[in-house]
């Protein structure tokens, strides 16, 4: 029989009956809710992860999450070894400044605008990469996003940002371009980069982007709507999946193995979204023959494939595969790259190579949302390629990254021998895969607790496995002298939820 706590407890976090939301974001709510109305006070003490999970009828993923975000919000707060209780403050934080009287918002003015109902595409509780705030802090981040100082060519980039702020060259960067790139960035784009990759383009085929991310947006306000039909990896790159889920198409999940995408019973597509270098997640490599045979079912079926050339650069040693636009004989495959992931994530620098005429459209949906990336950094980063700097910094990283996956590699196998994962060819991250009845999003909550970030599997995944055992160890915004202490961290996080799972 449930306990009269138990009761109290499913009572407590009934979910608001709004089917349009998605179930993290409405237990959320109910947490809100709770705080709000003084039913949840300062200090309470809430179930484990587990028990509410099994309380009310949710995924251990979907309660994990939500715990995660509302404590990232300081609505609640995580006690090592002891559990997760209610933030002090958190009702004023709900309900405005401390002191507040300001009434929930259900109860407020009718002229208020409603916001949740006035949003048409909201990524509100959709999975994504997300991190703590005060992430920096955190000793041991295995996720993306820090700058390493150590490796950052900081004479170089400086070199190149002061010349370009010379009278000389303030002509080729300080007017409106209206929707046009800096053309000297294109020439060292089209000789430098692409080549390398055997790509040959056109200066009109090239459209430079505000980062990878904006390139997947301007594809799909382009080319997607409601009757798209449209391949995605799965697992796959979450970032990319949601900016295309936004204009809602038939999203159908191609799997993944160890050779990359398996393409041979795909469905019928209009698209298909891969990343064939370096996979995003699990770090698999398209083999030869599977893009030779993508490249003819993609001309025989009619579909186009976008390729997003992800760390096809940051391999450790041996030539690259040969990119699937480079292979392209039909015009078959947009590609989208990246200047600026291995120098800084800060910087923003992607471009797409298209045909002409979608080239030109895409043109004028960039001119539309922001005229065109900055003129200054385009400049100046031209002159960083022009100069040999991006060739010689891709190298010291690639090394650095070789190192820290050598260092990762062993830490994880005298630590945490029962997880298992292969080691990747290029790219700074490990995939992982937890032994059985481990979830992965549970041990990265847990792992906090022990000052270890890392990237939970089920956000790679459209529909994630319940429990879902993976995650992703991400090397390039930790010291190398941290990762075997902070993998055996993440080893006692392991065995706290190993315990608690064995008492039950």
Known sequence: MRSAKQTLWKQLFELPDEPALPLQARLRTAVVREILNGRLAEGTVLPSSRDLALLIGLSRNTVTAAYC???????????????????????????????????????????????????????????????????????????????????????????????SLTRARLDQWASDFETDEVPELIEQIRLRVLPKRGVFALPEEIVVTVGAQQAFHLLAEALVDQRTRLGVEEPGYPHARNCFALREPQLLRVPVDEEGAVIEELPALDYLFVTPSQHSPTTATLSLARRHALLARAQAQGFVIIEDDYEAENLYDGTPMPALKSLDRSGHVIYIGSLSKSLSPALRLGYIVASRQLAAELRLLRHAVLRHPSAFLQNAYALFLSLGHHESHARRVN?????????????????????????????????????????????????????????????????????CPFFRLRLSSIEPARIDAGLRALAQAAGELSGARGSR
């Open 69 to 163: 975000q509302l404590v990232d919000e300081n609505f609640l707060v995580a006690r090592p070894r002891i559990g997760i209780f209610v933030a002090a403050g958190a009702r004023q934080a709900v309900a405005g400044e401390p002191g507040s009287s300001a009434p929930p918002p259900s109860t407020r003015d009718n002229a208020t605008p409603d916001w949740k109902a006035r949003v048409l595409r909201s990524l509100s509780g959709r999975p994504t990469l997300s991190k703590p705030e005060r992430w920096a802090e955190y000793p041991y981040p295995f996720v993306y996003g820090r700058l390493d100082p150590q490796l950052f060519p900081m004479e170089e980039f400086r070199e190149c940002c002061t010349r």
């Open 399 to 467: 090394q650095a990254m070789r190192e820290r996956v050598a260092l990762a590699a062993e830490s994880l196998q005298r630590h945490l021998p029962e997880f298992s994962f292969t080691l990747p060819c290029g790219g700074a991250s490990i995939w992982v895969r937890a032994p059985k009845g481990i979830d992965g999003g549970e041990l990265a909550f847990v792992a906090r607790r022990y000052g270890v970030l890392i990237e939970p599997g089920n956000v790679f995944f459209a529909k994630p496995p319940t429990p």
